[in-house]
């Protein structure tokens, strides 16, 4: 069964960092585009940050120069850094890659 693991969430206060990683089983996807994602409370899902085939990176507007995203093809393991975290970061954060999705895991920053 091919599954998708995020961990590292957790509550913070505003300005902390938070390392989410995502980890896959069942089969491999090194050198797959890994996408992060996140939903917030109410909201619609929204596009975070993507790590191309190639290793190109695109992030959200909002998250740019705070969020780093990173990959260890070799481990099996992705990475989302996140700094200088605000209230607005607050949501559940997902990793995605080719039609595969993690459960999620949640992060929530208080001021």
């Known amino acids: 069964q091919v599954q998708l693991l995020e961990s590292g969430g957790g509550l913070v206060q505003a300005g902390a960092s938070l390392r989410l990683s995502c980890s896959a089983s069942?089969?491999?996807?090194?050198?797959?585009?890994v996408t992060w994602y996140r939903r917030a409370p109410g909201k619609e899902r929204e596009f975070v940050a993507v790590?191309?085939?190639?290793?190109?990176?695109y992030y959200k507007n909002s998250v740019k120069g705070r969020f780093t995203i990173s990959r260890d093809d070799a481990q099996e393991t992705w990475y989302l850094e996140m700094t200088s975290l605000k209230t607005e970061d607050t949501a559940m954060y997902y990793c995605?890659?080719?039609?595969?999705w993690g459960q999620g895991t949640q992060v929530t920053v208080y001021s």
């Open positions: 069942g089969r491999t996807f090194s050198g797959y585009p």
């Open positions: 995605s890659m080719d039609k595969y």
């Open positions: 790590s191309t085939k190639s290793g190109q990176t």
